[in-house]
């Protein structure tokens, strides 16, 4: 990656003659290109347990007093709703592609789960947001919601979890 003047960057990638890959926008300088079968996106199940993993490590990080780390998880739970909800629409996800064009109400939702501070209730108030923004998104996961439904509401509560004043 070189950043010319005015932030103009150029991006130039290298690879091996038998390892090209392209995507919609690549163009061949030079060469020949190697076609392959598209990479299979990751199950829409697969990244709601991704979620799950991520929502069970903020509720550990609340109660252990590690706000920034709690934050970090909230975040990428949210972005991984994103996706999620991307998906059922049709859009691209990867590095928040296709965010921008979700309905109105879906981004609503995604504001209100990031948190404005790092203090355990305002930590439990975006993990209680980011939680309803992935089940109303995660459609395509099939049976493992309502299955896990429960536990991950029992994970937003305030119960076990020192609340600021």
Known sequence: MF???RNLPVDLSF?????AQHGPKFRLLFGTV???EPTVPQPSSEIFGIAVHHA???RFCIERARGWQAEY??????DLALILAGRRRG????YGRGFDRLPEEVLARASAALPR???PDELLRALGSSTELRWGE???AGDLVPKLTPQLRDLASVRGVERSE
């Open 34 to 36: 190697v076609h392959r």
């Open 56 to 58: 069970v490590r903020r």
């Open 117 to 119: 501070t790092v203090r």
């Open 138 to 140: 995660s459609a395509e």
């Open 15 to 19: 690879t091996p003659g038998g390892a």
């Open 3 to 5: 950043l010319l003047p």
């Open 73 to 78: 998880w909230i975040r990428s739970l949210r």
């Open 91 to 94: 859009l691209e996800g990867t």
